[in-house]
């Protein structure tokens, strides 16, 4: 909540690290490398997922994901395949005191490129919140690349199995194009062809059996 990121005592950081090959030929190996703040709680580390196989480093505080012969094809040559991502999560160390601020950035290495470094996050732990409306995580979905052009990947917080409605809305709620309809999956990601809409703000919905979820989204 607010510009400092205010969250509750004993709340679940839930942390994702994008990345995206954009240079002009396949990235063989990726590094991803996360410095956990001192005020999480390492113990507590859970991974999620990832889009790729890898292992895990970690030295001190320091957690190094290692994409072996990776192999992540450039923006240019296959867009939706350039990319890839990790999710986990973690607790804050408890006994904080109100106002204890956690950061975290990551810096991502591609073979023997310069690292890129990713945005901070900055969150400030309070012990209560005012005018916040409570958001289920399990519910949310993530899209990239955000904005888009062409092709969205849509990726629930957890794998759908089921039949699946997935539609774009404007931003006041009209529908403007269905991806699927009734349609019966088992997956943990779907691909959205963007390349008609007009540029702007728009809603990407999934309704399933686990209930509805949305985002917002940017054509470019």
């Known amino acids: ?87 986990y999560s973690i607790l804050p160390m408890p006994g904080l005191t109100d106002g204890t601020t956690i950061e975290n950035v990551a810096a991502i290495y591609f073979d023997f490129n310069e690292p890129v470094i990713t945005n901070t996050t900055l969150n400030t732990m309070q012990s209560s919140l005012t005018g916040i409306e409570n958001i289920d995580v399990n519910n949310q979905l993530l899209v990239f690349p955000n904005p888009a052009a062409q092709d969205l990947t849509i990726i629930p917080r957890f794998e759908i199995s089921g039949m699946v409605d997935v539609s774009v809305l404007d931003i006041l709620g009209k529908h403007i194009q269905t991806v699927y309809h009734g349609e019966f999956v088992k997956s943990s990601s779907f691909k959205a062809d963007v390349s008609k809409l007009s540029k702007g703000m728009y809603l990407l919905r999934i309704q399933h059996k686990g209930g509805t979820s949305q985002v917002k989204w940017i054509k470019q």
């Open 1 to 87: 909540m607010g510009a400092t990121g205010d969250v509750l005592h004993n709340t679940h950081f839930d942390y994702r690290i994008r990345f995206q090959n954009t240079g002009t030929a396949s990235a063989i190996n990726v590094f991803v490398m996360d410095t956990i703040d001192s005020n999480l709680d390492l113990n507590t580390l859970v991974i999620h997922r990832a889009s790729h196989n890898y292992d895990l480093a970690i030295n001190g505080n320091i957690l190094t994901w290692r994409f072996f012969n990776i192999n992540l094809p450039d923006s240019n040559t296959n867009e939706p395949a350039s990319h890839g991502f990790i999710e």
